[in-house]
């Protein structure tokens, strides 16, 4: 079955230091494109970085030079690393399989909570 | 933040039929495929439409989708209790080089 779980989710602090773990069954990340995408909390969706087959990542300028997108194709596993994190980093972060013109399987989101 | 823009909400009576609009520019929806979602609160978005006009194997056809130039819409007929719920268009903007997602449209059906 096709499916994604994302971990890594809890609270830090305003300048602190987060990674999301997406892991993926069913299918090959390093095969496909993914992405993040986040909702703050009473907000709409908003797409956060993606990471194509071939290494290619592209970032929402809300987090250029902050977040960082790898993978790792042994465990099978997306990953976000999230630095200098800011109060409206608060969101519900989802992993997803990235089709190119569609998003195809969504996690359940991992909640991440910026406040001191 | 949002790069296309759709209402903040719509309305209708059991069985009526529902538009929602998603206005863009040529970068994105004007130059790419449109999708749309659904997201029930709490819960992960589900693909509605994809390539503009085509539904994933289970949703109904009820459900129907539509893009000219710029701008896209998403039609709900025979609309039912469950249909309330947050509906998001998005599509792949060329000049940003990202997705982008539609401000959402909260449907209640009356």
């Known amino acids: 079955e096709v499916q994604v779980t994302e971990t890594g989710g809890g609270v830090v602090q305003p300048g602190g230091s987060l990674r999301l773990t997406c892991g993926a069954s069913g299918f090959s990340v390093s095969s496909n494109y993914m992405s993040w995408v986040r909702q703050a909390p009473g907000k709409g969706l908003e797409w956060v970085s993606i990471i194509h087959s071939v290494g290619r990542t592209f970032y929402a300028e809300s987090v250029k030079g902050r977040f960082t997108i790898s993978r790792d194709s042994a465990k099978n596993q997306l990953y976000l690393q999230m630095n200098d994190l800011r109060a409206d980093d608060t969101a519900v972060y989802y992993c997803?399989?990235?089709?190119?013109?569609?998003?195809?399987?969504w996690g359940h989101g991992a909640l991440v909570t910026v406040s001191s | 933040q949002s790069v296309l823009t759709q209402p903040p909400s719509a309305s209708g009576t059991p069985g009526q039929r529902v538009t929602i609009s998603c206005s863009g520019s040529?970068?994105?929806?004007?130059?790419?495929?449109v999708y749309w979602y659904r997201q029930l609160p709490g819960t992960a978005p589900k693909l509605l439409i994809y390539?503009?006009?085509q539904r994933p194997s289970g949703v109904p056809d009820r459900f129907s989708g539509s893009k000219s130039g710029t701008s896209a819409s998403l039609a709900i007929s025979g609309l039912r209790s469950e249909d309330e719920a947050d509906y998001y268009c998005?599509?792949?903007?060329?000049?940003?080089?990202?997705?982008?997602f539609g401000t959402g449209t909260k449907v209640t059906v009356l």
């Open positions: 998005g599509a792949w903007d060329a000049g940003l080089s990202g997705h982008v």
């Open positions: 040529g970068s994105n929806i004007g130059s790419s495929y």
């Open positions: 390539r503009n006009n």
């Open positions: 997803a399989r990235d089709l190119g013109d569609f998003f195809d399987q």
